[in-house]
């Protein structure tokens, strides 16, 4: 099958790594060559730790690398079966590419956004063919996470969901069917967790290591809920809190303030180099 992923960044070069290395000619969109350079440089990275873990042969990467695309242009779309959009979470930059997808696209070609927060029922309604939109959220890092969590919006098909969990399938995924509420299953259930950490660490009861090792040893998590916040993001926590708070109307979602307030101060966690955190 062709497929097109939009964006270049951390999710969508595993997204795009995980097609091509299940035999897909994918291409990666991104708005500048430097973005896309550097999610190249990525993949090649994650496709030679694969190898040296001995989980795919070196064959198997460098086929991989060839059915990579990457491309400036959203065009070439055209001739895919399937489009996943995975650029940042903004609802108008998303709402211009799935209207311009629309005008670009085989009719009968599935448009779908890893959106981890984002009503799917908004994006499709931004197209003229909303009964083949549907969300298809992948996990941090998309190689190693074994979900898609796949999201329904009002109109999504049963034919477009029968079709995607089948490609999810494909990729050695396991496709898990959800509906269109604020943060679907995952986010819903992850992140009041991550900022009640932080609210424990606000209001002293624990230090950072000893909140992370009880959820790290107590209940098996692979990274205590203050690690994984830096590894997602402090912003991309902040953001999706807001979308459940302001989604349910409900106060059990209200955003901790120690999280707002390292936002605020640039501390976003991995990819700032300092969150919860010190990364070198
Ligand atoms: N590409 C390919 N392989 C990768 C990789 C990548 N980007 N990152 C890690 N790996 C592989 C490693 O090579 C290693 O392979 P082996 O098992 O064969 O040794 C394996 O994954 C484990 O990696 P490490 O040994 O380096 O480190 P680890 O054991 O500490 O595991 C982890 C790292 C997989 C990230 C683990 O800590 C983990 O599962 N953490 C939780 C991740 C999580 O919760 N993700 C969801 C975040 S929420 C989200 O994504 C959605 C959202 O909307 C916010």
Redo the contacts with the bound molecule.
């Keep these: 099958m062709k497929v097109t992923v939009i964006g270049g960044g951390t999710?969508g070069n595993?997204i795009a790594?995980v097609f091509a290395q299940f035999g897909n000619e994918t291409n990666l969109v991104d708005v500048k060559q430097d973005y896309l350079d550097r999610a190249m440089n990525?993949i090649e990275?994650?496709?030679n730790?694969?190898v040296?873990?001995?989980?795919i042969a070196q064959a198997e990467a460098e086929s991989t690398l060839a059915r990579l695309h990457p491309s400036t242009t959203l065009d070439v779309a055209a001739d895919s079966g399937l489009v996943i959009e995975a650029v940042f979470e903004s609802f108008s930059v998303k709402q211009d590419i799935f209207k311009q997808l629309d005008g670009i696209c085989k009719p009968d070609a599935i448009l779908a956004s890893n959106t981890?927060?984002i009503s799917l029922t908004k994006i499709a309604a931004c197209t003229s063919r909303p009964q083949n939109v549907i969300g298809m959220?992948?996990?941090?890092?998309?190689?190693?996470?074994k979900l898609v969590e796949v999201i329904c919006g009002q109109a999504t098909s049963e034919e477009t969901l029968s079709r995607v969990t089948g490609w999810a399938e494909d990729l050695d995924k396991v496709p898990v069917t959800v509906q269109d509420y604020p943060g679907f299953i995952?986010?819903r259930v992850?992140?009041p967790m991550i900022n009640e950490a932080v609210y424990c660490l606000m209001e002293g009861v624990a230090e950072r290591d000893a909140i992370d090792t009880v959820m790290k040893l107590g209940m098996a998590?692979?990274?205590g809920p203050l690690?994984?916040a830096d590894?997602?993001?402090l912003d991309?926590?902040l953001d999706?809190m807001e979308v459940l708070y302001e989604g349910f109307g409900d106060s059990k979602y209200r955003p901790c303030p120690l999280l707002r307030r390292m936002v605020d101060a640039g501390q976003l966690g991995r990819k700032s180099g300092k969150g919860f955190y010190e990364y070198a």
């Design positions: 999710m595993g790594h990525t990275k994650n496709l730790r694969q040296k873990k001995e989980k981890s927060s959220h992948f996990m941090n890092p998309v190689p190693v996470m995952s986010n992850l992140m998590h692979p990274m690690t994984l590894f997602i993001g991309v926590c999706i």
